[in-house]
């Protein structure tokens, strides 16, 4: 019987060794931990995932950044890898976190980054770092002029936080603009109010849908024209919810986009998506190009699409003999309340990647805190309608001069560009933006789906109804697994309990059948000396 | 007897003949044209038949498709498809295709969410010489076909992203007109020797150029060979 309770012991502690392995999973990166000093004997070599706007000069400006960075510690490689699409850079980071091939320094967006963080440490917290009196932003060991924390914009830098802790720092900024063809507007004996409502967009573009007797538009004489195009339909949705105080989500990743605002808002996009006087970009291209031949009077972009923008635009997609003469404004996004505007906030931000080497992690660091310096900043953003991210860089003399110089004719100062940057500037604590989770980039994309979808409806002639609206509720939810009503996982709050995979209810039934087994052989024994002693 | 025999052989192989080269347009019940395709409205339900002739990289569940019948060209954006489904979309791969017509910057296409299913037969399209359309109207009406160009001379080569790594824009002069034509990246960037070939062009080389018509803004053929002379 002894011999039985050994293998039985034995057994247990076996069982109970796996079952605790089985609990921890594949093992994580140990939580960076900043290294006393920086070994600049030691040669790293970082790669860093940039994201482009098709543009040339900003990857000049990449590079240029890269080459003074290295110049300043020649043991630091940085190669660069360029997109010009976020959703790609988001696919390849998937997919290399389960190789632990991720990229040391990344351009990307907090929702993205509430993905990456389901790994373990994989995303580097950066509170430390911050912080940090030597290699911390503007640290004593920090060979450039680097922004201290408070030298930061507090809302782009709030942005970047992701439950308690930052994970991420902002690069440039933008806004969504309403770029107008005020020289149409005017001649329709409309006057620009300077913040303008939802009402009066959704009038002034029925009224383009007049036609002369020819079939061509009064407005311009051609055959083709949507007077309202908007650019990120995921952003409209967002906007005017948020403008109406309506549910979208809660910090925890409870999805609240489903509601009754939500309907009405599609109702009154069918209405305009009906009669042809709005579209989107999904459906229709660039909202720019049919500004630019005049066959749009309100496009809605970011303004960092800002050079794109009017007759006399740094860039043009269409050929230049359909580009039409007329004045373009820049105009914030229309409005529910004119006197509490509200417009969202984006633009790339940047993280780093947690890495064995803390070395490593700590060059990629340096790298990403060089990327806030004056010189970037003020460069990057000059290309595009971007605000620099940093007081330091909008305070400066050579950015004030910068603005200061908006000419049409000028292509380095377009007026445009400059304008739009200006809305950012001026409008900074009318931003906003959306709570950050895992799967927050899902229900993001859903937001604009409702909105592509009446539209598309309505094109094609279908009824949007009330049924219409309870079935596309359904299956966007659906498609984009919003179903769950809490979909959060890295802020730190609970998520729903999934069912036990087999292997561990089988472990768990093995453990307590020991136990019992163990348990009877006690009595057993318990009761067998009692007998004896009688 | 013989000469029976050789006549009923003769006249066998040339119906066979004429029925394979129409197989490409004959479609099943209820599916159209090339032709009532053509026709249909915009946003309109459209039923195709057609093969496929090459497409771009699958992803998250979509696919975008370059197909042909005899009678013309199609553009299938962001089809709904698996990965497993698009292994099947081998060129020739006859597909049925139910979808909405729409136009995205001057491109006719099968708009994004169309289905599919895969049916018996197989066809590819040859390129078509369509050099003396260049600049003129009727170009349009081989839009989303494999057409060729020749003589064509190369003025700019530029990449998307100012390196390799994504597309690339390559303008050709002909006849003093400048056109831009685009390797897409998502079609044939993987082939490096192609990819490499086309990123090494130089201003002045002349070229015989193939692609299907894809159309952005104006014609922006997807080059697919290019033949330097």
Same mark, same amino acid.
């Given at each position: 019987m002894r011999k039985i309770a050994k293998i039985t012991l034995l057994f247990v502690l076996i069982t109970t060794t796996l079952s605790m392995c089985a609990c921890h999973g594949r093992k994580g990166l140990d939580a960076f931990v900043i290294p006393e000093q920086f070994d600049e004997t030691k040669h790293y070599d970082i790669s860093f995932w940039a994201k482009n706007d098709t543009n040339l000069t900003q990857v000049d400006i990449y590079k240029k950044a890269i080459s003074d960075f290295e110049a300043l510690y020649p043991n630091i490689t940085v190669n660069m890898r360029l997109y010009t699409d976020y959703g790609r850079i988001y696919n390849d980071v998937i997919t290399n976190i389960s190789t632990n091939t991720t990229p040391n320094v990344c351009i990307t967006y907090p929702d993205h980054i509430a993905t990456y963080m389901t790994g373990a440490n994989t995303v580097v917290e950066l509170d430390d770092l911050f912080v940090d009196t030597r290699f911390g932003l503007n640290g004593s060991e920090i060979k450039y002029d680097a922004p201290s924390f408070d030298e930061i914009v507090p809302q782009f830098i709030d942005e970047c936080k992701i439950g308690e802790h930052y994970y991420a720092v902002p690069f440039m900024r933008s806004t969504e603009a309403l770029y107008v063809n005020k020289t149409y507007v005017e001649a329709m004996g409309y006057e620009i109010p300077d913040i303008m409502t939802w009402d009066f967009v959704w009038e002034v573009s029925e009224a383009a849908m007049a036609k002369n007797a020819d079939g061509t538009f009064k407005v311009n004489g051609q055959n083709v024209m949507i007077p309202f195009i908007y650019k990120s339909t995921d952003n409209m949705m967002i906007s005017m919810l948020k403008q109406l105080d309506a549910g979208y989500s809660d910090p925890d990743g409870n999805i609240e986009i489903f509601n009754d605002t939500t309907k009405d808002i599609l109702f009154e996009v069918s209405k305009h998506a009906g009669t042809g006087s709005f579209s989107t *970009?999904?459906?229709?291209?660039? +909202?720019?190009? *049919? %500004? #630019?031949?005049?066959?749009?009077? $309100?496009?809605?972009?970011?303004?960092a699409g800002a050079t794109w923008m009017g007759t006399h635009a740094n860039h043009h997609d269409i050929s230049l003999d359909k580009v039409v003469e007329f004045e373009t404004e820049v105009y914030p996004i229309?409005? *529910?309340?004119?006197?509490? +505007?509200?417009?969202?906030?984006?633009?790339?931000? /940047?993280?780093? $990647?947690?890495?064995?080497? +803390?070395?490593? &992690?700590?060059?990629?660091?340096? *790298?990403?805190? $060089? /990327?806030?310096?004056?010189? &970037?900043?003020?460069?990057?953003?000059?290309?595009?309608?971007?605000?620099?991210?940093?007081?330091?860089?909008? #305070?400066?003399?050579?950015?004030?001069?910068? %603005?200061?110089?908006?000419s049409p004719d000028d292509p380095d100062h377009y007026d445009i560009k400059i304008k739009a940057a200006e809305l950012l500037l001026n409008n900074t604590d009318k931003t906003f933006v959306t709570p950050v989770f895992n799967g927050s980039a899902s229900l993001r994309d859903a937001a604009g789906q409702l909105i592509e979808s009446v539209t598309k409806s309505m094109r094609r002639k279908e009824t949007v109804d009330a049924a219409y609206m309870d079935k596309l509720f359904k299956d966007t939810a659906a498609l984009y697994h919003l179903n769950q009503k809490s979909m959060a996982g890295n802020n730190g709050q609970k998520q729903e309990l999934s069912r036990l995979p087999g292997a561990s209810i089988a472990l768990i039934v093995t453990l307590i059948t020991v136990w019992i087994l163990l348990g009877a052989y006690y009595l057993y024994g318990f009761i067998s000396s009692r007998k004896k002693k009688k | 007897m013989k000469k029976v025999l050789a006549l009923v052989c003769a006249l066998s192989l040339v119906f066979s003949l004429a029925a394979c080269g129409g197989s490409a347009d004959k479609k099943s019940a209820g599916v159209m044209t090339y032709a009532e395709y053509d026709a249909a409205a915009?946003? !309109?339900?459209?039923?195709?038949?057609?093969?496929?002739?090459?497409?771009? !990289?699958?992803?998250d569940n979509k696919i975008t498709v370059y197909a042909a019948d005899k009678d013309g060209g199609y553009f299938f954006y962001n089809m709904n498809c698996s990965e497993a489904d698009a292994a099947k979309l081998t060129p020739g791969t006859k597909i049925k295709v139910t979808g909405y017509k729409s136009e995205w910057a001057g491109e006719v296409e099968v708009a994004e969410g169309a289905t599919f299913e895969i049916e018996d037969g197989n066809y590819i399209a040859p390129a078509k010489d369509v050099t003396a359309s260049l600049g003129k109207d009727e170009l349009k009406n081989y839009q989303n076909q494999l057409v060729s160009f020749k003589d064509m001379t190369v003025s700019a080569v530029s990449y998307k992203n100012g390196e390799p790594g994504d597309d690339i824009y390559v303008n050709f002069t002909k006849d003093g007109q400048e056109y831009a034509f685009c390797l897409e990246y998502y079609l044939n960037g993987s082939d490096a020797d192609f990819y490499n070939l086309v990123g090494s062009l130089t201003e002045g080389q002349v070229c015989d150029v193939e692609g299907y018509l894809y159309w952005y803004e104006g014609p922006n053929p997807h080059i697919t060979k290019v033949t330097v002379k």
């Open positions: *970009f999904k459906i229709s291209s660039y +909202p720019g190009n *049919f %500004l #630019n031949a005049g066959q749009c009077i $309100f496009a809605i972009d970011s303004t229309p409005q *529910f309340d004119v006197n509490d +505007p509200k417009m969202i906030s984006q633009g790339p931000s /940047m993280c780093i $990647f947690n890495k064995e080497d +803390p070395g490593e &992690v700590l060059a990629s660091w340096l *790298f990403m805190q $060089f /990327m806030l310096t004056n010189d &970037v900043q003020m460069s990057y953003s000059e290309t595009e309608g971007y605000v620099p991210v940093t007081l330091k860089a909008q #305070n400066c003399d050579e950015y004030k001069e910068y %603005l200061s110089l908006a | 915009l946003d !309109s339900e459209v039923v195709v038949e057609a093969y496929v002739q090459a497409h771009q !990289s699958w992803w």
